[in-house]
């Protein structure tokens, strides 16, 4: 098996067929056909499932997938730290966003970082889910990731600084006439809520909880802008860290009293690469505080 066979197995499952997957790789579509079949063979397995929409991945063609994405990405880290020099940085970082943190802080640093390093190439998503965020860290496949906890040593995570969670609220809101909003004032608002499995539901939860508050939920979604949208709307109101406002919104944000706050985390490799440390850099140089104050 060859490292090349793994990435045409990884193009093949994306894009669903072996010809678009040359085309993707700018390979002949003959030459990838004849590896996966030779990959197939050595492994002894069937790795796709010939259907009529495209290949498919089998159940253990799953299993096999996952390991191959981990073997080529830490072959490009691998090219990446040995190509890296002083003035240069090549190859790719993976970064993952836990949704909602660093929403403000993370496009400056990448956009310094670019700057520096132009040939390097950086792929970001955001990850609503915290228990998905920590499998993808702990098998490997992120060079990066900000999130709000986490259970690794102090090596990986690095404390970059708090968020501060404020309140969306709908236009012409009572509560609009406050510089700050007592939580317990919140009472009998309805919520427009996260996905039950991600860190920023959590965070409501434990506050509704803390203040004796009954959450009524009016929705649930899985970005923080829609969240804000809908609250500006008058659906329900919201909690979302400051940095997750855009500036169209901020007129409809208060801080909320008890405050609440989130530290937020890097979480690198033990074997940090120059890529990873060079971001870690820039993401300490970025702001972490954010006030607002209720537009006159």
Known sequence: MSLRQYEYALAVAEAGSVTAAA????VAQPSMSQQIRGLERELGVQLFDRTPTGLVPTAVGHAFLREAEIAVSASRRARATARAGADELVGELVVAAQLGFGARQLPG?????RRRFPRLEVTVFEEPSSSELDRLCRRGMLDLALMAECERTPEDAHHLGDEEF???????HRLLAADRVELRELAGEPWVRFDR???LDRVLLKVLRDNELTPTTAARVSQTATAVRWAAQGLGVTLVPSSAVPPSHEHLVRPVSPAVTQPVIAVVRSTVGAAEAALLAQLRQQSWARSFAPAS
């Open 23 to 26: 085309e993707l790789l700018h």
């Open 109 to 113: 640093a990448l956009s310094a970082l």
């Open 166 to 172: 404020v309140v969306v609220l709908g236009a012409g």
């Open 197 to 199: 499995d991600s860190a």
